[in-house]
C-alpha cells in the first residue's frame, strides 16, 4: 500500500521560512517524480513544484522560482520543499504526489499517487 505523508508544515511570519518533507512508503520511489501542490480555500489546487525521477531535474511554478527549493532524497524515500521568503499568499495546504516515470508532471493527472496535506499558514 503506497502512502505518501507530509510534514513540517505550521504558522509564520511573513518573510520566514519552512521545510516541508514527505515521506514515501510502498512504492520504488526512485521511479517516481515527486511534486507539490496546494490549495487554498476557495481555490483550485495548483502546481508548485516538481523533481522529476531521471535526473532529479526541477521544475517550479512562476509564482515560488526563486523562494522555494524542491530536492530528494532516494535513500531516505523522502521529498522536501524549502521554503524561504514566505508570503500570506503562499497559505494553503500542501500535498505531495508521485508520478510514476514522471518526467515534467505539472498537472494533478499526471500523478498517480497522493498525500493527505499539510497546512501551510503565513500571517502578515
Known amino acids: 500500500q503506497v502512502q505518501l505523508v507530509e510534514s513540517g508544515g505550521g504558522l509564520v511570519q511573513a518573510g520566514g521560512s519552512l521545510r516541508l518533507s514527505c515521506a514515501a512508503s510502498g512504492l520504488t520511489f526512485s521511479s517516481y517524480a515527486m511534486g507539490w501542490f496546494r490549495q487554498a480555500p476557495g481555490k483550485e489546487r495548483e502546481f508548485v513544484a516538481t523533481i522529476n525521477w531521471r535526473d532529479s531535474k526541477t521544475y517550479y511554478a512562476d509564482s515560488v522560482k526563486g523562494r522555494f527549493t524542491i530536492s530528494r532524497d532516494n535513500a531516505k524515500n523522502t521529498v522536501y520543499l524549502q521554503m524561504n521568503s514566505l508570503k500570506p499568499e503562499d497559505t494553503a495546504v500542501y500535498y505531495c504526489?508521485?508520478?510514476?516515470?514522471?518526467?515534467?508532471?505539472?498537472?494533478?493527472?499526471?500523478?498517480?499517487?497522493w498525500g493527505q496535506g499539510t497546512q501551510v499558514t503565513v500571517s502578515s
Open positions: 504526489a508521485a508520478a510514476y516515470y514522471g518526467d515534467r508532471p505539472m498537472r494533478s493527472h499526471e500523478y498517480n499517487y
